[in-house]
Nanobody
C-alpha cells in the first residue's frame, strides 16, 4: 500500500507560479513511475506530467509543455510539479499518481495504482 499526500495548491493570478509537492509512503518509491493528473469541474481526469523511476525521463501533456516541470527525489520519496505561466485553463484539482511497472502507459488513468487526495489550484484571470 502506498499513500500519497499532495501539498502546495492555492489561488494565483494568471501568469504566476505554483509548486506542488507529493510525499509518498512507499518503501520502494523508486519502483514507481510517478505522475500528476488534474480534473476540472465537469471534466474527466487528464494526464499532466510523468517521470520515470530514475528521474531521467519525463513526459508532458501538450497543454503544459514548456510551462510545467516535474521532478522527483528518491532519497526523500517526493515528486514535485513546478507550474509557471499559469493560465485560467489550469484551474483544477491536481492529483499525484503512482504506477508500478511500465512507463509507457502512465498517461492512462486506469493504469494508475495509487492516487493522492488532490490539491486545488485556482488561477484567476
Amino acid at each position: 500500500q502506498v499513500q500519497l499526500v499532495e501539498s502546495g495548491g492555492g489561488l494565483v493570478q494568471a501568469g504566476g507560479s505554483l509548486r506542488l509537492s507529493c510525499a509518498a509512503s512507499a518503501r520502494t518509491f523508486s519502483d514507481y513511475v510517478m505522475g500528476w493528473f488534474r480534473q476540472a469541474p465537469g471534466k474527466e481526469r487528464e494526464f499532466v506530467a510523468a517521470i520515470n523511476w530514475s528521474g531521467g525521463r519525463t513526459r508532458y501533456a501538450d497543454s503544459v509543455k514548456g510551462r510545467f516541470t516535474i521532478s522527483r527525489d528518491n532519497a526523500k520519496n517526493t515528486v514535485s510539479l513546478q507550474m509557471n505561466y499559469l493560465k485560467s485553463d489550469d484551474t483544477a484539482v491536481y492529483y499525484c499518481a503512482a504506477k508500478y511497472g511500465s512507463w509507457y502507459d502512465i498517461e492512462r488513468t486506469v493504469k494508475i495504482n495509487y492516487w493522492g487526495q488532490g490539491t486545488q489550484v485556482a488561477v484567476s484571470s
